[in-house]
Nanobody, 126 residues
Framework: QVQLVESGGGLVQAGGSLRVSCAASGLTFTIYRMGWFRQAPGKEREFVAFINSSGVIKYYAESVKGRFTISRDNAKNTVYLQMSSLKPEDTAVYYC???????????????????WGQGTQVTVTS
């Protein structure tokens, strides 16, 4: 049974930093690309960041570029999202997702991912 479990969310002041983690189990982590998405109340789920299976290729949404960093530790089956210079508009539930490496589907579209975590709340106060 595949499980993606996010952790590390919480309450932080604007300008602060937070790191969220996603631990994967039940799958061969090294053949999956990983993505982070977020969803604010009343809004669509949106792409935040992507990392390929080896950790070499990374993409970011324009809104987080230069502030967020995605990374992965394949030995620990874990992907991370380091968030800094946080803004109130970053407030959302953050989800990690896994996509098989063999897929040719766009990495920024939520429907193209095979597995999802339950999400972790990040709240940024002004």
């Amino acid at each position: 049974q595949v499980q993606l479990v996010e952790s590390g969310g919480g309450l932080v002041q604007a300008g602060g930093s937070l790191r969220v983690s996603c631990a994967a189990s039940g799958l061969t982590f090294t053949i999956y690309r990983m993505g982070w998405f977020r969803q604010a109340p009343g809004k669509e789920r949106e792409f935040v960041a992507f990392i390929n299976s080896s950790g070499v290729i990374k993409y970011y949404a324009e809104s987080v570029k230069g502030r967020f960093t995605i990374s992965r530790d394949n030995a620990k089956n874990t992907v991370y999202l380091q968030m800094s210079s946080l803004k109130p508009e970053d407030t959302a539930v953050y989800y990690c997702a896994a996509q098989r490496t063999s897929s040719s589907r766009s990495v920024s579209v939520p429907a193209n991912y095979d597995y999802w975590g339950q999400g972790t709340q990040v709240t940024v106060t002004s």
